[in-house]
């Protein structure tokens, strides 16, 4: 069964850091790239970062700097660190999956086709 978990989701003040995880099993991680997207209250889900299979990593510019993707193929898990959060990052984080060695940076790809539940993240200012 085909499972992506997302944590490490929860309120900060603007400036504060949080480090998201995405717990994977039921499929090859280190086979799959891998994305993280977010959706706030009222407006479209938009990825925010992409990471292939070779750890190659890309964001999208409001998001640039701040926040940093990996991935630990031998724990099934991609990361995100968000720091200098802003109380626009405030939102509902989602991980997803796409069995193809590179995911672009896009938001409508039809390469993510596992997703998880999401996790949420709140920034006060």
């Known amino acids: 069964q085909v499972r992506l978990m997302e944590s490490g989701g929860g309120s900060v003040q603007a400036g504060g850091s949080l480090r998201l995880s995405c717990a994977t099993s039921g499929f090859t991680f280190a086979l799959h790239c891998m994305g993280w997207f977010r959706q706030a209250p009222g407006k479209e889900r938009e990825i925010i970062a992409a990471?292939?299979?070779?750890?190659?990593?890309r964001y999208i510019d409001s998001v640039k700097g701040r926040f940093t993707l990996s991935r630990n193929n031998a724990g099934n898990t991609l990361y995100l660190e968000m720091n200098t959060l802003k109380p626009e990052d405030a939102a509902m984080y989602y991980c997803?999956?796409?069995?193809?060695?590179?995911?672009?940076?896009?938001?409508?790809?039809?390469?993510?086709?596992?997703w998880g539940q999401g996790t949420q993240v709140t920034v006060s200012s």
């Open positions: 997803a999956a796409g069995a193809w060695r590179t995911c672009p940076l896009e938001t409508d790809s039809a390469r993510y086709t596992k």
């Open positions: 990471i292939d299979i070779d750890g190659t990593t």
